[in-house]
């Protein structure tokens, strides 16, 4: 959903409207790795939450994307990120991925599944439909045999990505909050983010408009797996 100026500014004077009334009731934590349940910490992690969303949605490669996260946010070094390739659990192409790929139904398609991680924390989890025969020799033994990361294998491609749907998977602030709907009282403990954050469909395609990969990715709560910002 696209958002105007003026909703976009409307928005960024509500949340620190709401940021300003938490931080007064705030006392100042110290920083640490652990999130509290407040409200301010839950402003910060939807804010986080919907700036990686637009970063995947602006970039065409999710794998540089997540590099560029790992590195801001002092999550690893090296910051980047490598692919651990999860084995069994096969899922063949359906129909619907064949025809987003433009393949019959005797034609090769490949499956892979990745976790992909930064230091030890596993951002992302993916499942990957592609079409062998649209990527190089060089590409298609690096995705057979090593845990190079797709995006990564494939960027000589210079490939576009197609974002089929995007969507939070956990809203830290309930829905209508820019409203008036009632907010989360503050809790004793370390905030609760659900495994699952954000999910993406898309399809990649060469720049001919060729397709080659469907991908799913499921974001995972490690994307805010730092310390949260400073209190002032």
Known sequence: MAFSPRE???????VMLIMTSARAQESAAPR????????????????????????LLGNDSATLTLDRWCEAHRMASPAKIVAERVSGGDKPPTQDIRQL???????????????LHCGSHV???????YVPSRLTPDMNRLLDTTDTAFGRAVQALH???RTLSAKLLWWPLPQGWEMGAA????????LQVPSQTIEHRAVLSLP???????????YTNEVLGFPPP???
């Open 8 to 14: 976009m500014l409307a928005a960024c004077a509500a």
């Open 32 to 55: 640490s790795g652990v999130w509290p349940d407040t409200l301010t910490a839950r402003v910060e992690a939807l804010a986080l939450l919907e700036t990686l969303n637009a970063d």
């Open 101 to 115: 790929l433009g393949v019959n139904a005797t034609d090769s398609v490949r499956y892979r599944h990745v976790r």
């Open 123 to 129: 951002l992302s989890d993916a499942d990957n439909w």
């Open 159 to 161: 490939f576009h990505r």
């Open 183 to 190: 907010l989360p009282a503050a809790g004793s403990g370390p």
């Open 208 to 218: 001919d408009g060729t397709a080659f990969s469907v991908v799913v990715e499921t």
């Open 230 to 232: 400073p209190r002032l």
